[in-house]
């Protein structure tokens, strides 16, 4: 009986083989893993454009639910968004939830409604559970800090401003204005 050529260690991967992964690792220990590695180079990317890159890129990743039902109703509620039918958006964003309590962007984009809405308390509530599972989400670490400076609580605000561009350091916007209301704080304490 023929027995089957022994696999040196030195073979070459075939196309979807990752010397990295362990073989007993899920599905998602892989997504993670992947998220992990682009988060770690979005931190230290050297250009704007190539941490807008690396950004798209972990977007993208972090708005694919699995699911196509959950994708379906996300797909939705960011149409209803766009028409402002803000009633509509949360209703869909509500069944994404229950159906996928652990999709971040589900959280995220609930957050983003209520904003919308001037309805802050429920948007922290939710920029709170989108943080929990994903602590570098820099949409939402945004969002709570123009939340916070609305709430004319700007030291918090700074703080959280350091933080998202921790995560992403090309995100100017955010820049300019942590630097202008570091401004603003530096001269109300002389």
Known sequence: MPTAPAVSSDAVPTKGDRRDAAPSSTLEERRQARLDMMFGRLAKATDKRRADRI??????RMTQSGSDTVDLLMDRAGRAMKEKRYGDALDLLDGVIRL????????????????LMNNYGRSIADIEQT?????RHWGALVGLAMILV????????L?????????????????ERRDRYA???AGSSI
């Open 159 to 175: 703080k959280v401003m350091d933080r998202a561009l921790e995560v992403h350091p090309f995100l100017e916007d955010i820049r």
């Open 183 to 185: 401004a603003e704080l």
């Open 100 to 115: 996928d309590p652990n999709f971040t962007e589900g959280w995220n984009r609930r957050a983003t409604v209520y904003f």
């Open 55 to 60: 950004a798209s890129h972990i977007l993208r």
């Open 150 to 157: 609305t709430l004319e609580e700007k030291e918090e605000a």
């Open 131 to 135: 943080l929990k599972r994903e602590p």
